[in-house]
Nanobody
Framework: QVQLVESGGGLVQPGGSLRLSCAAS????????MGWFRQAPGKEREFVAA???????NYADSVKGRFTISRDNAKNTVYLQMSSLKPEDTAVYYC?????????????????WGQGTQVTVSS
């Protein structure tokens, strides 16, 4: 069993930055694929970024060049550094994990989810 707890969300002005963290329980964290998804009001949950244990990374086109995913296996934590934030980045951001993921962007492939953290980009 893996438990995920996100933190770091908040209110930020357009063009600003935030770093989200996702702390995971369990000794097998380093073997998991870790992903970030987001869900805006009235919209479906969408893929943001994912990282394998071998540091293979994939980003949604909408965040490429602005967001960076990273992980610290010693701390059982995955991060999402978000820069040049736009109002359309406003959403609840979720951390997800699974030992095997064939398609990073497919939320159904992730068995473990955090409770989410709100990110609001507004002036």
């Amino acid at each position: 069993q893996v438990q995920l707890v996100e933190s770091g969300g908040g209110l930020v002005q357009p063009g600003g930055s935030l770093r989200l963290s996702c702390a995971a329980s369990g000794r097998t964290f380093s073997t998991f694929v870790m992903g970030w998804f987001r869900q805006a009001p009235g919209k479906e949950r969408e893929f943001v970024a994912a990282m394998t244990r071998m540091s293979r990374i994939n980003y949604a086109d909408s965040v490429k060049g602005r967001f960076t995913i990273s992980r610290d296996n010693a701390k059982n934590t995955v991060y999402l550094q978000m820069s040049s934030l736009k109002p359309e980045d406003t959403a609840v951001y979720y951390c997800a994990a699974d030992p095997i993921v064939n398609s990073f962007s497919n939320s159904a492939e992730y068995d473990y989810w955090g409770q989410g953290t709100q990110v609001t980009v507004s002036s």
